[in-house]
């Protein structure tokens, strides 16, 4: 999603931003419980990665990250420190 295509007052990844990863600790919606698995067998607690896309829906904003196995893989913004605090 582009700036272009979110009003102003919203903030949300794009394309190329860092995120980084928090833990999957938090309750998610039950579908997504393969999401949450996911990210625990497949992301480093304090590790930082690049959005690759990310889509946001009423109460879901979802980021998908670079990296090899990490493709096809969607993760809730919420698990995730953005934007990153120095």
């Known amino acids: ?4 295509q979110c ?3 919203w903030q949300w990844p794009e394309i190329g931003d860092k995120v980084k990863f928090k833990g999957a600790e938090g309750r998610y919606y039950p579908h997504f ?4 698995q996911f990210a625990k067998n497949n992301l ?3 590790k930082i990665y690049t959005v690759r896309n990310c889509e946001v829906y009423s109460s879901w904003c979802a980021v ?3 990296g090899e196995g990490l493709s096809d893989a969607f993760f809730h913004l919420s698990m995730f420190e953005w934007p990153i605090k120095e």
């Open 7 to 9: 009003p102003t007052n």
């Open 33 to 36: 419980i393969n999401v949450i």
């Open 44 to 46: 480093q607690i304090g």
């Open 64 to 66: 998908w990250l670079e």
């Open 1 to 4: 999603m582009t700036k272009e």
